[in-house]
């Protein structure tokens, strides 16, 4: 059974910086793709970035050339680096592990971005 436990979010001001760390259980966490997602309240959760077991990563438009996905399979962690942070980043973001068969989510982290 894998388990993902997100941290790293917090309060911060537009225009500063935080990065989310994941860390997965389970010794096969290098052939996994993974992904971080967000969701605020009464809306559907959205992608952020993700990447591949590769290392090829993809990003959401709205966080392109402000946020950095990396992963460090010798640690089973993933990371999102989010830089030049704006208030609609805030909301509750969730590390993702995809496998063929099932999808496994942390229990989430608030970023909250505001002056």
């Given at each position: 059974q894998v388990q993902l436990v997100e941290s790293g979010g917090g309060l911060v001001q537009p225009g500063?910086?935080?990065r989310l760390s994941c860390a997965a259980s389970?010794?096969?966490?290098?052939?996994?793709?993974m992904g971080w997602y967000r969701q605020a309240p009464g809306k559907q959760r959205e992608l952020v970035a993700t990447i591949t077991?590769?290392?090829s990563a993809n990003y959401a438009d709205s966080v392109k050339g402000r946020f950095t996905i990396s992963r460090d399979n010798a640690k089973n962690t993933?990371?999102?680096?989010?830089?030049?942070l704006k208030p609609e980043?805030?909301?509750v973001y969730y590390c993702?592990?995809?496998t063929t068969t099932k999808d496994y989510w942390g229990?989430?982290?608030q970023v909250?971005?505001?002056s």
């Open positions: 500063g910086s935080l389970g010794s096969t966490f290098r052939i996994y793709d077991r590769g290392g993933v990371y999102l680096q989010m830089n030049s980043d805030t909301t993702n592990l995809h229990q989430g982290t909250t971005v505001s």
